[in-house]
T-cell receptor, first 113, second 115 residues
Framework: GAGVSQSPSNKVTEKGKDVELRCDPISGHTALYWYRQRLGQGLEFLIYFQGNSAPDKSGLPSDRFSAERTGESVSTLTIQRTQQEDSAVYLC???????????FGEGSRLTVL | AQSVTQLDSQVPVFEEAPVELRCNYSSSVSVYLFWYVQYPNQGLQLLLKYLSGSTLVKGINGFEAEFNKSQTSFHLRKPSVHISDTAEYFCAVSDHGKGAQKLVFGQGTRLTINP
């Protein structure tokens, strides 16, 4: 497809389990972002990848959160030992370098019971 | 650190009435400014952006925004709204020096259009 693709669209898990969320950016977009959107709140920056540069991890809330990106393609966001406060929609976006226009996926809704 | 404040969490408006969604930012450096829109059950999409030049920026669907540096504001306006404008609107800011990379978003304003 032409847009940013995220999977799964919905994930329900039990507290303490690990989850992996996947993002397929738009082909040719060198920048990739992960944001978190809790119910009724704004977007919270998590991590930013740009080409082969070291990622900006300044938004990751704890060491239970990690993300990887393979070259300029797929990224996975991993949450270990999930907690109920991790419940949110996790949004991925990609862009051309420095364009300022982020293209968002439809998000992965995570519910931790 | 940058921050964005959207002063209204919800704005109800009648169809064909004008609307203004307010956004203020705090930053000690030059900035890029954005408005994104999230229609029900859809992903976010760019409505308009200010990078440089004219302080009045026009976007899609008849929306416009004005950058006011002295007031550190970037309010979004539309002279006549339609039912289809019902959505959540997010204001965002990025450091000019970072080249419009890491965007900081506001809390969002839910615009509801009543017939």
């Amino acid at each position: 497809g032409a847009g940013v693709s995220q999977s799964p669209s919905n994930k329900v898990t039990e507290k303490g389990k690990d989850v992996e969320l996947r993002c397929d950016p738009i082909s040719g977009h060198t920048a990739l972002y992960w944001y978190r959107q809790r119910l009724g709140q704004g977007l919270e920056f998590l991590i930013y990848f740009q080409g082969n540069s070291a990622p900006d991890k300044s938004g990751l809330p704890s060491d239970r959160f990690s993300a990887e990106r393979t070259g300029e393609s797929v990224s996975t966001l991993t949450i270990q030992r999930t907690q109920q406060e991790d419940s949110a929609v996790y949004l991925c976006a990609s862009s051309l370098f420095k364009s300022g226009e982020l293209f968002f996926g439809e998000g992965s809704r995570l519910t931790v019971l | 650190a940058q921050s964005v404040t959207q002063l209204d969490s919800q704005v109800p408006v009648f169809e064909e009435a004008p609307v203004e969604l307010r956004c203020n930012y705090s930053s000690s450096v030059s900035v890029y400014l954005f408005w994104y829109v999230q229609y029900p059950n859809q992903g976010l999409q760019l409505l308009l952006k200010y990078l440089s030049g004219s302080t009045l920026v026009k976007g899609i669907n008849g929306f416009e925004a004005e950058f006011n540096k002295s007031q550190t504001s970037f309010h979004l306006r539309k002279p006549s709204v339609h039912i289809s404008d019902t959505a959540e609107y997010f204001c965002a800011v990025s450091d000019h020096g970072k080249g419009a990379q890491k965007l900081v978003f506001g809390q969002g304003t839910r615009l509801t259009i009543n017939p």
